[in-house]
């Protein structure tokens, strides 16, 4: 595995719909968690520089809205879904390791 591995918080610290912004190493990080699983994207819309994590999380989708515009965004591939955003935000991988929630760091 490439790049060093970050520890975020614990598992319960986010509810399942939940997103939560990290500063970590100049990354600023959007996490958010849907069931068991958890999700790491750039926290910063590629639109303007509003912050993913305070939008709304759409669990079946598995995506994120822009509060801001309401550009939506892959939580899997970070692609930009719909306007007005048109680049992808980037991705981090997760790493769960017992209750703690990590991400690899570029
Ligand atoms: S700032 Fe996110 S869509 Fe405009």
Known sequence: MMGEVVTLCQRDKLASGEAQRFDVAGHRIALV??????????????HANYSLSEGEVYPEDKEIECWKHGSTFSLETGEAL????????PVYEIVLEGDEVKVVLP
């Open 33 to 46: 968690r849907i069931g068991e699983d958890f999700y790491a994207i750039g926290d910063r819309c590629s």
């Open 82 to 89: 719909s306007l007005p955003a048109t680049k992808p935000v």
